[in-house]
């Protein structure tokens, strides 16, 4: 079974950590508190630290914040 082009091409679930990177925060702590909040949903993977971001919630919650002036 191949993948979609889009999938192997870059990374679609990140750490929390990593969507902390994207958003531009030094720390994994607020990304932790917009999970908590019910503003970025999360993905449990059954694994130690298992809690991961996919980029397509990520890119959509970036969205959402756009302000245009």
Do not use: C, H, W
């Amino acid at each position: 079974m191949t993948r979609p082009k889009e999938m192997t091409a870059e990374k679609r679930l990140l750490t929390v950590r990593e969507a902390a990177a994207v958003l531009g925060f030094s720390t994994p702590n607020p990304v932790y508190k917009l999970i908590a909040d019910g503003k970025l949903p999360k993905v449990d993977l059954p694994i130690r630290g298992g809690a991961r971001i996919d980029q397509r919630d990520l890119d959509a919650f970036i969205e959402r914040r756009k302000n245009v002036a």
